[in-house]
């Protein structure tokens, strides 16, 4: 018989870690089944205790993007100092980001034109294309899921920048990194607590989506990045209580999101915490589960362990298809359909197994070859600055 257990590849055990993939695979499950339950709401009305799903998802990426980048920057050290090896940082990053989002941007553009019948003006479509309208505010108008995007790529831009700013006036490292996490830290949190007073903010619509407001829940990754890389000892021994710690508050938090009026559970009404210090307890909740889960490494790989690395690295993709796959779905291919528990089954899972295979394939000939070409790139940006500062050229 077949044994379906082998051992890992090389590359695999080298470059992943399989505890930060199953959070990852954790991460894009969440917001795929609580968009998707919707058509099961009304057969299953339980299902709603999991529509927050979504929100907790999303936190947990940027804990977990914080998390990586942070680890990356730590390795680099003082040699972000100099430009070239803060762009060959900048090339990877939009590499591996941009290209899918720009083709996600055209494809929303066409659903709001055929399914909607709306035209948007240049600049509506240029401020999603460059990440501007939640920059300061919730001023999307179309591609939801733009917001989180945003948030990841102006960390990607400033927190580097700014280490190579002062790391460029022979600061210590240590010192610049701890230093510009908490700025960014403390500029969002107290943003959001400035931001709580206004009536017309809500925080699901306001706080959340704001880019200002929202580089916290990185930084609170980027700085268990260096707890782990500064005092390894410490982070090993302490894993399990941090992820029973990190549970519990997560659980915690949770029961935040809902109340209970009459016997029915309903919506937690928006008040000054939702807006503000769950977002800090949220992101600390998933940070306590990093070190487990960074040290959770398998020797071999089985049928399950597979399918959690496969759903890992097609989550970038995921999270961008599975909104026009269900517009298109629930909108247009079941839309007609009367509203049976069978039908609504069929719907859900037609939306699920559609998300995950058109994933797998825009990372195989989309993603997968657009991320390469960055290794290739890398060198020309290292001529370009020899050239630049008049070096001779390496034979």
Not at 60 to 71: A, C, K, P
Request: proline share 5%.
């Amino acid at each position: 018989m077949h044994d379906a257990r082998r051992p890992l590849p090389a590359a695999s055990g080298a470059q992943r870690i399989f505890g930060l993939d199953a959070l990852r695979a954790a991460a894009i499950v969440s917001v795929l089944f609580a968009h998707g339950f919707v058509v099961l709401y009304p057969h299953v009305p339980y299902l709603g205790l999991l529509g927050h799903g979504g929100f907790y998802g999303v936190e947990l990426f940027f804990v977990l993007s914080g998390f990586l980048i942070g680890r990356i920057l730590l390795k680099s050290g003082d040699q972000l100092a100099q430009a070239p090896v803060l762009w060959i940082f900048y090339l990877r990053r939009w590499f591996r980001t941009l290209p899918l989002f720009w083709l996600f941007l055209v494809v929303n553009l066409g659903l709001e034109l055929c399914l909607r019948q709306r035209h948007l003006t240049w600049p509506e479509v240029t401020g999603h294309a460059f990440l501007l309208r939640t920059f300061t505010g919730n001023h999307a108008v179309f591609f939801g899921e733009t917001w989180s995007l945003a948030v990841e790529e102006w960390f990607y831009l400033l927190f580097p920048l700014a280490l190579w700013a002062l790391l460029s006036r022979r600061r210590r490292f240590d010192r610049v990194f701890l230093a510009i996490a908490l700025a960014f830290y403390l500029f969002s949190t107290l943003g959001r607590v400035w931001s709580a007073f206004s009536p017309s903010h809500s925080w699901d619509l306001w706080q959340r989506v704001t880019v200002i407001y929202r580089f916290d829940a990185l930084m609170t990754g980027v700085i268990a990045a260096w707890l782990g890389a500064r005092f390894p000892r410490a982070w090993a021994g302490a894993s399990r209580i941090c992820a029973a710690s990190g549970v519990l508050l997560l659980l915690g938090m949770y029961l935040t999101l809902w109340s209970l009026h009459g016997g029915q559970i309903a919506g937690a009404p928006d008040g000054f915490f939702a807006r503000t210090f769950r977002f800090n307890l949220v992101s600390l909740g998933f940070a306590l589960l990093l070190p487990a889960a960074s040290a959770w490494r398998l020797e071999t790989e089985g049928w399950g362990s597979g399918a959690v690395r496969r759903i890992a690295l097609w989550s970038y993709a995921m999270y961008l298809v599975q909104s026009p796959v269900m517009q298109l779905v629930q909108g247009h291919a079941f839309a007609g359909w009367p509203t049976s528990p069978a039908q609504a089954v069929a719907s859900f899972a037609l939306q699920v197994g559609a998300t995950i295979a058109i994933s797998a394939l825009l990372f195989r000939i989309y993603e997968s070859p657009l991320t390469r070409q960055r290794e290739r790139a890398a060198p020309a940006i290292v001529q370009f600055f020899r050239r630049w500062r008049g070096a001779p050229r390496s034979t």
